[in-house]
């Protein structure tokens, strides 16, 4: 990392930045007055105009700070915040799915509600089981079927297959497969995404 002296003494002082763009907008237009003044003449001052704000021009370049060769300002991305908590969406409740139509392997003493881990350590979302296979999320509204000891979860472009991981302290699944509605290839790796039920309220 290269620290240009004149970025340390901007940060030391806000204003300094400021100051610099204020005076050479200042210097600019007391030479175009002089310029005026000293030559009445349109076409010459038209030439020393343009002669003194290329210069000035060249003075400012060389008075800001220094970025490192090869280096681009950082820009703001929304990936950076894409797995970040999503707030509950303000659509209706839904019924919560029977125990019958779970079975007793899901129905988890009634609680529908699952924390969404998208990288299997923090929770980015969350989704509930309603009942006839309705899905309430922070992702949006999708489908939820049963498929032997397995589910298969769908929202956005995607069906996730789930299943019960064994000797866990607070129940958890596991998406064990994805496939694309449009049934477009994913990405051949293994999935660290992970379900945790919610315990604290009783949906």
């Known amino acids: 990392l290269i620290l240009d002296p004149r970025i340390a003494w901007d940060m030391v002082h806000p204003s300094a930045a400021r100051g610099r763009t204020k005076f050479f907008s200042s210097l ?90 998208h990288d299997g350590q923090e929770a980015n979302g969350w989704i509930e089981l309603g009942s006839e296979g309705q899905l309430r999320s922070s992702f949006g509204s999708g489908s939820w079927e049963k498929s ?30 994805r496939k694309m509605k449009d049934n477009s290839r994913t990405r051949e790796r293994e999935s660290k995404t992970l379900g945790r039920l919610v315990i604290t309220t009783a949906s």
């Open 28 to 117: 600019k237009l007391w030479i175009l007055r002089e310029i005026r003044a000293r030559f009445p003449s349109v076409v010459w001052t038209s030439i020393w105009a343009v002669a003194i704000v290329g210069i000035l021009r060249l003075f400012k370049w060389a008075a800001m700070p220094i970025v490192a060769a090869g280096r681009r300002p950082m820009r703001q991305s929304s990936r950076k915040h894409r797995h970040l908590p999503r707030a509950e969406i303000s659509s209706e409740p839904i019924k919560l799915a029977e125990e019958h139509e779970l079975g007793p392997l899901w129905h988890q003493d009634g609680r529908r509600k699952w924390e969404w881990l």
């Open 148 to 177: 032997e000891d397995r589910l298969i979860i769908t929202f956005g472009r995607c069906h996730h297959v789930v299943e019960l991981l064994q000797n866990v302290e607070v129940p958890t699944f596991k998406v064990v497969k």
